[in-house]
Structures are given as C-alpha cells and as structure tokens.
C-alpha cells in the first residue's frame, strides 16, 4: 500500500481547507436579513449565475453602523455578504467604497491584497478566479448604495 506523504492523494488539501473556510462564513446567518431602520440599501444582480442580493445598511455621520443583506445566491455571494456585513461596522463611507474598488482590482490585476483587504483573504484569493462575479457582487452592491445615497 502507497504511503499517503507520497501518494497524488492526500487526505486533506489546502484548496479543501479554504472552501471549508468559505462555507463557515456562508453558513453565519447573523447578517442574513432585511434591517428595519436602515438608511442605505442597494440591489445587484449577476446575470451570468442569476445570483441576486439587496444590502441594506445604516449610515449616521458619514460611517457605517450596521450591515445586513438578504438574496438568492450561490454559497461564494454569501461568503462575501458575510464578510462585507462583519467588517463595515463602524468604518467610513469612503473607506468601505475604497475596500469596494480594492476587491474589484484584486480580480482585474491579479495582485496581492492590499492592506483592507486582508479581513477577506479567504474570498479574494487567486483560486477563486472564476467566481469573482459571485464574490464581487455584494461589493458592488454596497458601493452602488454608497454612492447613490439609497
């Protein structure tokens, strides 16, 4: 019998590891529902996957309070809904539209992840090129809010 350090198998992978990681952050449902009192909410759409999300989130001078998202999407989408809901609270406007743009040039360049971006080094990982969409879109969602001001 094949020893297991040599073999082409091995019993746990690293890439496992890390989509063990994306489904514990999908599975925190804590942020899963529809704020009654938020000031800011937008919604985005894949149109590739059909994944969809609706953020909503509270602004009081110029910082985000709270974050929650609600949607039908893929287990990646929510990932990063979690990810977005756990790390805005109490950061600025412009600093979470900044973290926006950051993740969308993590994809487009490639690169290494910037020093706001580290809190989502699970999602934003270069094996996870192909479900950017999935992974980008509560990012676009929350700048698009952000920015548009509902």
Do not use: W
């Not at 890439?15 to 489904?23: A, Q, V």
């Not at 969308?104 to 809190?119: A, H, P, T, V």
């Amino acid at each position: 019998m094949d020893d297991l350090s040599t073999s082409k198998f091995r019993p746990i992978s690293y890439t496992l590891l890390m989509d063990l990681k994306i489904l514990k952050l999908a599975s925190d449902t804590r942020h899963q529902k529809k704020l009654s009192d938020f000031t800011h909410n937008s919604k985005a759409k894949n149109p590739l996957c059909g994944d969809e999300i609706q953020i909503f989130f509270k602004v009081k001078k110029g910082k985000i309070s709270e974050v929650s998202y609600q949607g039908k999407n893929c287990v990646y989408c929510q990932a990063s809904a979690n990810l977005i809901s756990i790390n805005s609270n109490g950061k600025k406007v412009e600093e979470m539209i900044e973290v926006c743009d950051c993740a969308n040039e993590f994809f487009q360049n490639k690169g290494d992840l910037s020093e706001n971006l580290k809190k989502y080094k699970e999602l934003l990982s270069s094996k996870n090129i192909n479900r950017k969409e999935c992974i980008l879109l509560p990012f676009n969602a929350l700048k698009k809010g952000l920015i548009n001001g509902n």
